[in-house]
């Protein structure tokens, strides 16, 4: 702490991302990045972009890029808003819709940087607790708020809600915002997307980080009504007006147009999701049903914290939540075969 920091900075409990160690051998199954490389017409559209254009600034309004947005998921692009990952879409989200006279509305097990954005962007907030069994109820969404956000599929439980008891809460909450935040809808999930067009308070957030591998350009979008879409333009051109640079908007753009190999690896990813989950349960684990690119599993008798610490001295990585009612919960991303056999052979040993 320091005599020059502002009063908020010295009250933020700032998000926590997950590990990125530089050990020499590793199964990284922590963070859920995908397994899967980029499409090679992602490669090679960046490439094309490094030349002497990149002493220009990029194109403010990604108008290429929201324009092949629009066309894949059957909105104008007026619809579209694009930012740094979804974390800043998300954060942008906050500060333009969510900041409102009553608490907005959101999981009790959740992504954790909802509650960062709260504290960041003074958003009074109220957490619903999930059902029994992990999920979400529509019904407990039915009083007085200032705005719901919820990610379809949930994280870290990778459960997904279907269309219906989506629209029921968008349905619910005419004169409130409904953000959903897709990041891993493609994974499984019914995308809330094709609702926008006939609910003016819903907004969709999705992430390329996933399932389109480009976790390290950092691209996310939003989908909904020109109006909240405006709102997001005028909280972005406030704080910088060239969100994307040249390089993430060409690889973004190639991404979208090559829909095969999107279509091959986030297949690949879900045929091994459920290979892994078939071969845990013989071993004592319950495992929620996920529609994500991992899987939210615990132990009949071994702690999630020993797990977590006994698969680390095997060169094998994964998430632990030290929190109430999940701390017994692994969150395991869905590698390749290989990493996927490693892990499966450790637990075998762990558990056997």
């Known amino acids: 702490m320091s005599k020059f920091w ?39 559209a960046i490439r094309a972009q490094l030349d002497e254009r990149l002493r220009l600034y990029p ?49 009790d097990i959740t992504y954790s940087f909802y509650p960062v954005y709260c504290g960041l962007y003074g958003v009074e907030s109220r957490l619903v607790p999930l059902t029994e069994d992990f999920g979400i109820d529509p019904r407990d969404y039915q009083v007085p708020n200032g705005g719901i956000i919820f990610p379809n599929p949930n994280a870290p439980t990778g459960r997904a809600l279907p269309l219906a008891d989506i629209e029921r809460v968008v349905s619910g909450n005419p004169d409130s915002v409904v953000v959903v935040d897709e990041a891993y809808v493609d994974f499984g999930a019914e995308s809330a997307i094709t609702l926008v067009n ?61 829909e095969a190999w999107f279509n091959e690896t986030r297949q690949r990813v879900m045929d091994e999701r459920e290979r892994v989950t078939t071969a845990m349960k013989p071993m004592g684990f319950e495992v929620l049903p996920s529609s994500a690119n991992f899987i939210f599993a615990r132990h009949g008798t071994l702690s999630g914290a020993e797990l977590a610490l006994r698969l680390r001295e095997r060169g094998i990585i994964v998430r632990h939540f030290d929190k109430p009612r999940i701390d017994n919960f692994l969150r395991i991303t869905i590698g390749t075969v290989d990493q996927n056999d490693e892990l499966l052979q450790a637990l075998e040993s762990l558990v056997g």
């Open 198 to 258: 006939r609910y003016p308070n819903l907004l969709v957030s999705q992430t390329l980080s996933k399932a389109r591998s480009l976790a390290g350009l950092r691209i996310g979008l939003a989908i909904g009504h020109r109006d909240l879409i405006e709102a997001l333009n005028r909280v972005k051109n406030s704080f910088n007006s060239y969100p994307l640079d040249r390089l993430a908007q060409a690889g973004a753009i190639a991404a979208f147009e090559d």
């Open 6 to 44: 502002s009063p908020l900075v010295s009250q933020l409990k700032p998000y926590v991302p997950g590990e990125q160690p530089k050990m020499q051998r590793l199964v990284k199954l922590n963070t859920n990045e995908n397994p899967y490389g980029p499409s090679p017409r992602v490669l090679e």
């Open 59 to 107: 194109d403010p309004e990604s108008e290429q890029l929201r324009s092949v947005i629009a066309g894949y998921h059957g909105v104008s692009p007026e619809q579209v808003f694009v930012g740094n990952g979804s974390d800043e879409v998300l954060a942008h989200i906050f500060q333009a819709l969510l900041k409102q006279d009553r608490p907005i509305l959101f999981p």
